[in-house]
């Protein structure tokens, strides 16, 4: 029972918009609303940077690992082709 309270507060907690939760934390801290969210969506920016970043490099691993298997039914790619082709999906958005 405990489990689904806590998801059901992190649910609403993660439904609430940057606005919502820099102001939050703004009326709290008692500090400058638009720089909060200055800072937060710097960090978000340098955080989607990084995950690009690793994601590139995941995706020259799995180049070279990426294989699949034919048979009579057609080809069957195996884990690393699964990862690579979603990891493109992706990067391509």
């Not at 400058?32 to 800072?39: E, K, Q």
């Not at 955080?47 to 034919?70: C, H, P, Q, S």
């Amino acid at each position: 029972m405990r489990k689904k309270i806590i998801v059901g507060i992190k649910i609403k907690t993660m439904s609430k918009s940057i606005d919502v939760l820099a102001n939050e934390f703004a009326e709290k801290y008692n500090t400058n609303i638009n720089g909060v969210i200055d800072a937060y969506k710097a960090g978000y920016k340098q955080r989607n940077d990084e995950l690009i970043d690793l994601l590139i490099e995941l995706d020259e691993y799995f180049d070279d690992k990426a294989d699949a298997d034919g048979s009579s039914e057609g080809y069957t790619p195996n884990k690393e082709m699964r990862f690579l082709v979603k990891i493109r999906q992706y990067l391509e958005k």
